[in-house]
């Protein structure tokens, strides 16, 4: 084999950066948890186990988990399992709003129902009060930032069970059909508990997913003074003086929580696996749709409405507040001037650049790194690689604001300042979103044999080069996808740039939050549909070129 005089330092390098990227901002935040004038101190523990509004803020982040999360999961894995399994209309078009309902930003269903639900204007309120004289709903509750965060949750669900399903024979419900079993009794029975391990997964998941979110709790939560995890730390930090180290307290003892049910999670995962659950064979499988005779419409329906009221509704009221001349008097008046008006802004070139650049150089680099991890703990292993990507993976288990924060502490003091530049949003994004582009690469490249690697080998390419010639070629369809992943993730991020950018580091994500919580709301939904544009843009450009390599894209 050829010497490769840049495998040591490349590795080495990609080490030192995943440590400033995961470890460093972690050991930060603990450390900023216990630092006061006066030394090292346990003081801010005691405040958040003992001040009324911080057991108040804890009660209410555990409420919306507890509420938000079974349904989600109830709604998505019904939807997942009717669409894989059973023979009923619309199946295809459920899976592609499913789809959009994923990568859209979560705050659109947050102003499409604070229009519709709001308890004195809303829409939906003023016309039950001109039928019966009652407004029944007050979205701006913790019922309202339910109700939007299972809309948030639901996608998610809703593919990862469909994509486990996808994977398993059904030959196994054929199975139980023939013996006499009912449809409805299989799927609850056989198909249901096969993907066990992918619902375990999506709890898990899904309770980090729902105490990192921000813009439905801040738009729904905060006028009504219900805090929860994320917007209790914005309160914190942006309040007069900035209460930081009890942010960071506070911080730790979520990010503690998270990662225990984190790691419980994946030993119930992985005992899952260890054969109970090992459906897929090495023969293929084929699938099978159950035929649940006059149920077929109702089933459809229920998943239309779910469809509806995730994605259909919101996008259509967001078009309407961007169109409409006057949306207090419900005008069917249209007009472009909150359209013309938010693409004039002085700021918004800046704002647009400033977007555009944190997503690439999020994409660019966070792919290189990743990339590098996998293949030096899959190609080259060693206990040295072997703990570099335990590390990349670090951020998985840590709720985004609770590592946000640690990111801040890192980066706001010498030798290092960083606060105030795309730079540290970059890192904070990079390093959020590392472990799951890691895994993209590392099941990339464990569909490459390694026969192919070997024989570059052999014929005296270094592995470096056998990297550059041989592995990312026949993974490029992995590398766009991630690529665009990261892209798609570092756009629709809120969290980073509310907590880390400063007017000259604005992005279309926090311009869009800030006009809405300064009530310009025709103005908020006309930047949110010019996103949904940009990103919409972006994703038909890469569906282009995967198709060019023969890879599908969802």
Request: glycine share 6%; charged share 10%.
């Amino acid at each position: 084999m050829k010497h490769d005089t840049l495998r040591q330092p490349l590795f080495w390098f990609s080490a030192v950066l995943v440590l400033a990227l995961t470890v460093l901002p972690l050991a930060w935040l603990v450390m900023g948890s216990l630092t006061s004038r006066a030394g090292l101190t346990v003081g801010h523990y005691v405040d958040a186990f003992t001040a009324v509004s911080n057991i108040r803020t804890i009660w209410n982040s555990l409420r919306l988990a507890l509420w938000s999360i079974p349904i989600a999961l109830v709604l998505g894995i019904f939807s997942a399992v009717t669409v894989a399994r059973l023979d009923i209309p619309f199946r295809g078009f459920v899976r592609t709003a499913s789809i959009v309902a994923f990568v859209s930003p979560p705050w659109v269903a947050a102003i499409a129902y604070a229009y519709l639900m709001s308890p004195n204007a809303g829409g939906i309120n003023l016309l039950v009060d001109a039928a019966i004289g009652l407004k029944p709903f007050n979205i701006f509750s913790m019922g309202g930032m339910v109700f939007c965060s299972v809309l948030f949750l639901y996608p998610y669900v809703f593919l990862t069970v469909l994509s486990a399903l996808d994977n398993i024979d059904s030959s196994y419900e054929e199975a139980a059909i023939t013996t006499g079993c009912s449809p409805i009794r299989t799927l609850a029975t056989i198909s249901i508990p096969l993907v066990t391990p992918a619902i375990i997964t999506c709890t898990i998941f899904s309770l980090i997913m729902i105490w990192s979110l921000y813009s439905i709790p801040a738009l729904l939560g905060m006028p009504s003074k219900i805090y929860v995890f994320a917007t209790y730390l914005f309160f914190l930090l942006n309040g007069f003086p900035p209460k930081l180290e009890l942010a960071s307290a506070i911080a730790v003892i979520f990010a503690v929580f998270a990662g225990t049910l984190v790691w419980l999670g994946f030993r119930l995962v992985r005992k899952a696996q260890s054969g109970r659950f090992q459906v897929v064979g090495g023969k293929g499988h084929k699938r099978m749709d159950l035929d649940v005779g006059g149920l077929r419409l109702p089933i459809a329906a229920v998943n239309l409405a779910i469809v509806a009221t995730a994605i259909l509704l919101p996008y259509l009221v967001v078009l309407y507040l961007s169109l409409s001349a006057d949306i207090y008097g419900f005008s069917l008046k249209a007009t472009l001037a909150h359209h013309l008006g938010e693409l004039s802004a002085p700021a918004m070139p800046k704002i647009i650049l400033n977007t555009l650049g944190l997503a690439t150089a999020t994409a660019v680099l966070g792919a290189a790194v990743a990339l590098t991890i996998a293949f030096f703990d899959m190609r080259m292993p060693s206990r040295a690689s072997g703990l570099v990507s335990v590390l990349a993976m670090f951020p998985v288990a840590v709720p985004a604001v609770a590592f946000v924060i640690g990111v801040m502490w890192a980066w706001i003091q010498p030798p290092v300042v960083l606060y105030g530049t795309l730079l540290i949003m970059v890192f904070a994004q990079v390093a959020r979103f590392l472990p799951l582009a890691t895994q993209h690469f590392r099941d990339g490249l464990n569909q490459i044999h390694v026969s192919l690697e070997e024989a570059a080998c052999t014929c005296g390419a270094s592995q470096l080069q056998t990297l550059r010639k041989i592995s990312v070629p026949l993974i490029r369809p992995v590398l766009v996808a991630t690529m665009l992943l990261l892209f798609m993730s570092s756009m629709r991020d809120l969290i980073t740039p509310i907590f880390l950018s400063t007017p000259s580091t604005q992005v279309m994500s926090s311009r869009i939050f800030f006009m809405w919580s300064e009530g310009e709301i025709s103005r908020a939904a006309a930047g949110t549909i010019h996103f949904i544009l940009v990103m919409g843009g972006v994703y038909v450009i890469c569906w282009f070129v995967l198709r060019r390599s023969g890879v599908k894209m969802i």
